[in-house]
């Protein structure tokens, strides 16, 4: 087999798509902490110049993100590392940042009980864009009023089923967070009055905790008010200890429903005998919330 030559490649062709790379990524904003933080010379940007435009190409799909990723993989961003012993660029993967927001607001939750990706929805852009507005107007004019601190009552919002009650407060959660550094839980009724009886018959000590650090919440959201177990001891127990202790401590309560404050009072009516208690529960919620129904629109969430 006669042996294969490769001839030698004139390197000099390459030296005006270098110039141009060099002048390209000196004139990037993107990179210019980077070159003189790292006191990059034009001979070594120009040696990695293939990292640097990989990063500025990745960047751009980054732009005017709304959380719908298209890249993959999704939600990852490349970085540019310098390795000076090497003197060489290169490029390392991280979450990106706008996810690194994401996950720095799931973790000021004490409690989320809804679907991860409503921290994707930005509470501007979807409640206050005209058409959403129109239908939610009373809604999101409470919950403004709530972000401005010019109101410090809270919200028990009702109506049909699977008309975005959970979605809108949960988008003014995320809002909060954002604007404030207070402490907030989301928490789905069944879900908490299963957690709280689960606690008061098997840990007294955690049930105590758990009741004291729910009262401490600067914001507490009871989502599905009506869909938990039922009872005079969860009442009593749970739900009127609960609301009483967060009222007296003027704490931001809200709350959302299927029914209204009185058909939820009534659902807890079992007896003669509980009429105290029944009148003590509705007195609480209307007085640390006041009650607004949602229409429902062709939104549905």
Same mark, same amino acid.
């Given at each position: 087999?006669?042996?294969?030559?490769?001839?030698?490649?004139?390197?000099?062709?390459?030296?005006?798509?270098?110039?141009?790379?060099?002048?390209?990524?000196?004139?990037?904003?993107?990179?210019?902490?980077?070159?003189?933080?790292?006191?990059?010379?034009?001979?070594?940007?120009?040696?990695?110049?293939?990292?640097?435009?990989?990063? /500025?190409?990745?960047?751009? !799909?980054? @732009? $005017?993100? #709304? +959380?719908?990723?298209?890249?993959?993989?999704? =939600? &990852?961003? %490349?970085?540019?590392?310098?390795?000076?012993?090497?003197?060489?660029?290169?490029?390392?993967?991280?979450?990106?940042?706008?996810?690194?927001?994401?996950?720095?607001?799931?973790?000021?939750?004490?409690?989320?009980?809804?679907?991860?990706?409503?921290?994707?929805?930005?509470?501007?852009?979807?409640?206050?864009?005209?058409?959403?507005?129109?239908?939610?107007?009373?809604?999101?004019?409470? /919950?403004?009023?709530?972000? !401005?601190? @010019? $109101?410090? #009552? +809270?919200?028990?919002?009702?109506?049909?089923? =699977? &008309?975005? %009650?959970?979605?809108?407060?949960?988008?003014?959660?995320?809002?909060?967070?954002?604007?404030?550094?207070?402490?907030?839980?989301?928490?789905?009724?069944?879900?908490?009055?299963?957690?709280?009886?689960?606690?008061?018959?098997?840990?007294?000590?955690?049930?105590?905790?758990?009741?004291?650090?729910?009262?401490?919440?600067?914001?507490?959201?009871?989502?599905?008010?009506?869909?938990?177990?039922?009872?005079?001891?969860?009442?009593?127990?749970?739900?009127?200890?609960?609301?009483?202790?967060?009222?007296?401590?003027?704490?931001?309560?809200?709350?959302?429903?299927?029914?209204?404050?009185?058909?939820?009072?009534?659902?807890?009516?079992?007896?003669?005998?509980?009429?105290?208690?029944?009148?003590?529960?509705?007195?609480?919620?209307?007085?640390?919330?006041?009650?607004?129904?949602?229409?429902?629109?062709?939104?549905?969430?």
């Amino acid at each position: 087999m006669d042996k294969l030559i490769i001839p030698d490649i004139n390197q000099s062709i390459f030296s005006p798509l270098k110039e141009e790379a060099l002048i390209k990524i000196k004139n990037e904003p993107l990179f210019k902490s980077f070159i003189e933080e790292n006191n990059l010379s034009d001979e070594i940007i120009k040696n990695n110049a293939s990292n640097f435009l990989r990063v /500025l190409e990745d960047k751009k !799909k980054c @732009e $005017n993100c #709304k +959380g719908k990723c298209q890249k993959s993989p999704q =939600k &990852i961003q %490349k970085e540019l590392v310098y390795f000076k012993d090497k003197s060489k660029v290169d490029v390392a993967f991280n979450t990106c940042d706008y996810y690194k927001k994401i996950n720095s607001i799931k973790r000021k939750f004490f409690k989320m009980d809804f679907p991860e990706n409503y921290l994707e929805f930005d509470y501007s852009k979807e409640l206050l864009n005209n058409d959403y507005f129109k239908a939610r107007a009373k809604v999101i004019k409470y /919950l403004n009023s709530l972000l !401005k601190q @010019e $109101n410090h #009552k +809270g919200l028990y919002l009702y109506g049909q089923n =699977k &008309i975005g %009650k959970s979605f809108i407060l949960a988008l003014f959660c995320k809002k909060y967070l954002e604007k404030f550094d207070k402490s907030v839980a989301f928490c789905a009724s069944d879900d908490l009055f299963l957690e709280m009886k689960d606690l008061f018959f098997n840990d007294k000590n955690a049930f105590s905790d758990f009741m004291l650090n729910l009262t401490n919440l600067d914001l507490l959201v009871i989502d599905g008010l009506g869909s938990e177990a039922k009872s005079d001891f969860s009442r009593d127990s749970f739900l009127c200890p609960l609301l009483e202790a967060r009222f007296k401590h003027n704490k931001l309560t809200l709350f959302t429903s299927n029914f209204t404050i009185d058909e939820i009072v009534k659902m807890y009516s079992f007896s003669s005998a509980s009429l105290p208690k029944v009148k003590q529960l509705s007195s609480l919620i209307k007085s640390m919330a006041d009650e607004i129904e949602l229409i429902s629109t062709s939104f549905i969430f």
